[in-house]
């Protein structure tokens, strides 16, 4: 249901975004309108979500439960506890395209976990998509000794390879993107990412199954 709903607030989202810079008069402020009621809409469900997770603390807090703990997934981190005000937050600014203040969410949730994965996955692709390569290196580069799965440990490579490249720094790139087949020799990208640097030009592949991860 929830899902649902984000992905058509996404879809929304990017066709105001791929409509604005062009529109005028009337159909501008149409889509400022519509802007405006994602806005409130991300703010209201955020609130709501906030206070229901408020109400299961205190419920824990009264009852005492014997909870099974949760298989660790591969971007739990060794980290536990998350400041789930700020990740909840971050996690709802990054579904609307909102990447300046999902940065600023989840820098707050590292600076307290700074081992937690999801929360520095959410940040390297954010700066990603703000054009800020540096930022997001410092994070893929963080996650590296962490992980343990080894197809997440190729993607990550093949991310911070893109990023050498970008820069055309072709030879470290090279290397990044072999260590990146090294550990999952099935993964498409990085050989077509050698041919880039091989040839000095082309179109770089990120491997955005790194979004489906979050």
């Known amino acids: 249901m929830f899902q649902q709903m984000f992905a058509e607030m996404n879809e929304m989202l990017s066709d105001i975004a791929r409509q604005l810079p062009e529109a005028q008069g009337v159909r501008r402020h149409e889509l400022l309108s519509k802007y405006r009621m994602l806005r409130k809409m991300s703010d209201e469900a955020l609130d709501e979500w906030l ?3 408020e ?6 807090q009264k009852v005492e439960l014997t909870e099974v703990p949760e298989p660790e997934t591969p971007l739990s981190g060794e980290d536990s506890g998350i400041e789930m005000e700020n990740f909840a937050r971050g996690q709802g600014y990054y579904k609307l395209l909102m990447f300046p203040k999902c940065i600023e969410q989840f ?7 700074p081992n937690n994965l999801a929360a520095r996955l959410y940040l390297a692709m954010s700066h990603l998509h703000q054009g800020e390569a540096p930022a997001a290196r410092v994070h893929l580069e963080h996650m590296l000794p962490l992980v343990q799965s080894r197809k997440l440990k190729a993607h990550l490579y093949n991310a911070v390879g893109c990023i050498a490249a970008s820069g055309r720094r072709f030879d470290e790139a090279k290397e990044l993107f072999g ?7 099935a993964l498409p990208e990085p050989d077509a990412n ?18 489906s991860l979050l």
């Open 51 to 53: 206070a229901f997770a």
């Open 55 to 60: 109400a299961l603390s205190l419920f824990r």
């Open 107 to 113: 820098s707050v949730v590292i600076s307290r976990y």
């Open 179 to 185: 260590l990146a087949l090294k550990y999952d020799p």
């Open 194 to 211: 050698l041919e880039v640097c091989r040839r000095g030009r082309g179109e770089l592949q990120f491997g955005f199954q790194l979004v």
